[in-house]
């Protein structure tokens, strides 16, 4: 397929990778139902490594074979499938026309711990020995880690520009640097988080949808003062992409804990609104039995196609 002019657009914002950075970015972008419009929705399971088998996969027990989820992205129309080491290793070979990400870092949950840092689980070389076009790699802003996190990311994200891969960034603010849940989805939060994995070098950017609330007293001070709109999500969406270098990195936005199905679809309206590039929708998908979730992330396209 060749490249429309929005594809064309967003891929100039690269300039400095290489070739093989650019058409692996393409092939994500001209692939599945979305092909061509610059919009995303992809397929992230590290939900098993990160909150536990039973937890991730009971609701729907298909979910334990890593064959069905690649198979779920593909029969969509995803744009491509995340997921850690062994079950891209899974499916690498039995599904060679699917665009992967290798998420690089995960964590457990078998231990509560105030500041997180996930540990390396893949290399660059695991990415290219099985045709990953993309890196995956967790950050959380606001844990006393944030350091260590930033500079493994540097080194992962320069080896994967030389190699040829894109790099995609779940930046997560967490930890004790931020003492209240609602603060890590304050809209000054998730636009700063969004905005530092932007510096760190990510070509994508995936961040929690941000609520209204203001964290950061500092921070109150300005966006008061100078009016910033932040009371509906569209508004908070088009902030978060404004400060990803004013919409020229591709921001897409997490699903989140299960919700209804309703719920889903008035969020992605307003993501979609705001000038949001797509979604990465896990839970949400996979637990539903598979003509359901078939069903529901062909509507979620829908709202991004039009």
């Known amino acids: 397929m060749l490249s429309t002019p929005r594809v064309k657009e967003i891929l100039s914002w690269y300039s400095s990778d290489n070739p093989g950075t650019i058409r692996n970015l393409a092939r994500m972008l001209n692939f599945g139902t979305l092909a061509g419009t610059g919009k995303f929705v992809i397929l992230p399971v590290d939900q098993g490594f990160e909150h536990g088998p039973a937890r991730s996969f009971a609701p729907n027990p298909h979910g334990y074979n890593p064959l069905y989820h690649a198979e779920l992205a593909l029969e969509s129309g995803c744009n491509a499938y995340a997921a850690p080491l062994g079950f891209i290793e ?133 966006y008061e003062k100078e009016k910033i709109p932040i009371a509906t999500l569209e508004e908070r969406v088009r902030h978060v992409v404004q400060a990803t270098f004013d919409g020229r990195r591709i921001v897409i936005f997490s699903g989140g804990p299960a919700k209804s199905t309703e719920e889903i679809y008035s969020e992605i309206r307003e993501i979609h609104a705001g000038g949001g590039f797509g979604s990465i929708i896990g839970r949400n998908s996979f637990q539903r039995p598979k003509a359901e979730a078939l069903e529901f992330l062909k509507e979620i396209m829908n709202i991004y196609r039009k």
């Open 90 to 222: 899974a499916v690498s070979k039995e599904y060679p026309d699917l665009p992967l990400i290798l998420k690089l870092n995960n964590s457990d949950s078998l231990i509560s711990e105030k500041d997180p840092a996930p540990a390396v689980t893949g290399a660059i070389e695991d990415a290219l020995r099985l045709g990953a076009g993309a890196i995956g790699y967790t950050i959380y802003p606001g844990s006393s880690m944030r350091n260590d996190m930033y500079e493994k990311l540097q080194y992962l994200t320069q080896a994967a520009k030389e190699a040829g891969l894109a790099v995609v960034v779940w930046s997560y603010p967490r930890g004790s640097g931020i003492t209240t849940k609602d603060g890590e989805t304050a809209i000054d939060v998730v636009a700063y988080a969004a905005h530092i994995a932007a510096q760190l070098g990510a070509h994508m950017i995936k961040v929690k949808p941000p609520s209204s609330e203001i964290y950061q007293e500092s921070a109150r001070k300005v």
